[in-house]
C-alpha cells in the first residue's frame, strides 16, 4: 500500500512565523501536490510537483513556496504565516500518468495564531 | 478548464435507506473521474473510479457509481447505508496530458441516522 506520511497532525504557530509543512511518500510516485481543505470550498491546489525539484503553481499559490529536492520528499512553506492560512493542509502524491489515483496523507491542521 | 459540482453540501439519511450523491462536472476534453470519502480527522481515500470501458463501476464498502457522458455526470450510489458510512465524500476529475492534476467538488457530507 501507497504511505504519504506528513510531519505534524497539529501545528500552531504565530502570524510572521515561517513554518514548514514536510509530506513524504513511499513509492516513488513522481507527482506530488499540496492542498490546503476549508469548510464548503473543497480542496484547492496550492502547488504540485511532477518531478525532483520541478514545481507548478496551484491555483492558491500566494503566500506560499515549495521545495521538492528528493523524489519522496515535498515540502510546503508558509513565508510569513498569517491568520487567514489557518486551513488543513492535505498532500499527495501519484504516478504521473494521467487517470492515475491521488494518495493522500492523513492530513497537517495547522493554527495561526 | 474543468470543474466539478456537488449540488447536495449536507445529505441526512436514515440507516438502511438507499443514497445518492450528485456529481457534476464540465470540460472539453475526455476524462477521468474519481469519489474519495473522508473520514473526521483523516485524508482522503479512493472510493472508485472511471477511466474507460463499463459506465458502471464498483468500489469499496458496497459503493458504485456511473458514468453518464451525455449527462457529464458521475452520481455515486450505494443501496442500504450504515452508520459507519458517515463521512464526507468528494467527486473529483483529471485529464489526459496534464501532471495528472485533480479538480475536487466542494464536498458532500453524508449523515446517517439510526
Known amino acids: 500500500d501507497v504511505k504519504v506520511t506528513q510531519s505534524s497532525r497539529y501545528l500552531v504557530k504565530r502570524t510572521g512565523e515561517k513554518v514548514f509543512l514536510e509530506c513524504v511518500q513511499d513509492?516513488?510516485?513522481?507527482?506530488m501536490f499540496w492542498y490546503r481543505q476549508d469548510p464548503g470550498l473543497g480542496l484547492r491546489l496550492i502547488y504540485f510537483?511532477?518531478?525532483?525539484?520541478?514545481?507548478e503553481k496551484g491555483d492558491i499559490p500566494e503566500g506560499y513556496s515549495v521545495s521538492r529536492e528528493k523524489k519522496e520528499r515535498f515540502s510546503l512553506i508558509l513565508e510569513s504565516a498569517s491568520t487567514n492560512q489557518t486551513s488543513m493542509y492535505l498532500c499527495?502524491?501519484?504516478?504521473?500518468?494521467?487517470?492515475?489515483?491521488?494518495?493522500f496523507g492523513d492530513g497537517t491542521r495547522l493554527s495561526i495564531l | 478548464a474543468q470543474s466539478v459540482t456537488q449540488l447536495d453540501s449536507q445529505v441526512p439519511v436514515f440507516e438502511e435507506a438507499p443514497v445518492e450523491l450528485r456529481c457534476n462536472y464540465s470540460?472539453?476534453?475526455?476524462?477521468?473521474l474519481f469519489w474519495y470519502v473522508q473520514y473526521p480527522n483523516q485524508g482522503l481515500q479512493l472510493l472508485l473510479k472511471?477511466?474507460?470501458?463499463?459506465?458502471l463501476v464498483k468500489g469499496i464498502n458496497g459503493f458504485e457509481a456511473e458514468f453518464n457522458k451525455s449527462q457529464t455526470s458521475f452520481h455515486l450510489r450505494k443501496p442500504s447505508v450504515h452508520i459507519s458510512d458517515t463521512a464526507e465524500y468528494f467527486c473529483?476529475?483529471?485529464?489526459?496530458?496534464?501532471?495528472?492534476?485533480?479538480?475536487f467538488g466542494s464536498g458532500t457530507k453524508l449523515n446517517v441516522k439510526p
Open positions: 499527495a502524491s501519484s504516478l504521473g500518468r494521467g487517470g492515475q489515483p491521488q494518495h
Open positions: 513509492m516513488d510516485h513522481e507527482n
Open positions: 510537483s511532477y518531478d525532483v525539484k520541478m514545481k
Open positions: 470540460s472539453s476534453v475526455s476524462v477521468y
Open positions: 472511471y477511466l474507460s470501458g463499463s459506465t
Open positions: 473529483a476529475v483529471s485529464v489526459l496530458y496534464n501532471f495528472n492534476k485533480f479538480y
